[in-house]
């Protein structure tokens, strides 16, 4: 699928190049999944892309940044709160950990973030084939988050939906319809009951990825200028 040749016979660059022959972009950051990969320039008059390796955090690096910056927020959080409360951190470091290991920015790629969903992989299988690597909607510093958040929220609603009606087809009399409004109804009555839990939940969800996105733009950034 591609070929790796010494950078000295291509543009002089350091690091070994990548060609994917490929007739768009967007199939070739679909097929170079598992490889983070940045585009260096389009050979004219041919279907033939050349790609730098981007050296970005890997998977473990960015697991160790999740845990690191989960525990300085919470020494945070108790050292300046007036008032810190146990279970709002606890709340908020679980939310953390689950988007850092399991919801940030590679969702979009084969990554060993999308593995660890095993069986439910397939729920973000739309969002891999519609959300280009690294783009404001993967990488968006909080944009990135609160979409994940939303789709989250959709995907799991429609497998509910899925689920029921499924077990509707095999005789219990259950309406699909009225489990997800349920759901949603239940969602909105939590959200309205514990307002300080639903923040502190939303925004370690939402800045796990923020930390992931700062991470991979800081890397690209040095790794580009030394």
């Known amino acids: 699928m591609f070929h790796r040749f010494p950078s000295e016979n291509n543009l002089s660059r350091k690091k070994p190049l990548l060609v994917l022959f490929e007739d768009t972009a967007r199939q070739e950051t679909g097929i ?8 260096v320039r389009v050979c004219e008059g041919s279907t033939n892309y050349i ?43 679980i939310a953390y950990l689950f988007a850092g290991f399991a919801c940030a920015g590679d969702l ?17 299988m739309p969002y891999r084939v519609c959300v280009p690597h690294r783009s404001w ?8 988050g609160v979409i994940r958040a939303f789709y989250l929220a ?9 689920v029921v009606w499924g077990i509707s087809r095999l005789g219990p009399h259950l309406d699909p319809n009225a489990v997800a409004r349920n759901e949603w109804a239940s969602l909105f009555g939590f959200m309205k009951t514990h307002p300080q839990w639903t923040v502190a939940m939303l925004m370690g969800f939402i800045l796990a990825g ?6 991979d733009f800081m890397s690209t950034w040095f790794k580009r200028r030394f």
């Open 154 to 162: 959709i995907v799991t609603t429609l497998l509910v939906w899925t």
């Open 32 to 39: 170079a999944g598992a490889l983070p990969v940045v585009p």
């Open 137 to 144: 909607v993967s990488h968006g510093m909080i944009l990135g």
């Open 108 to 124: 979009d790629l084969n990554s060993k973030e999308y593995r660890r969903w095993g069986p439910l992989r397939f729920l973000w």
């Open 210 to 215: 923020s930390a992931h996105s700062a991470a």
């Open 51 to 93: 790609f730098e390796e981007d050296n970005m955090p890997g998977a473990r690096t960015h697991d160790m940044i999740t845990v690191v910056t989960a525990a300085a927020a919470d020494v945070a959080y108790f050292a300046l709160a007036p008032h810190p409360d146990g279970a709002i951190a606890a709340l908020f470091t």
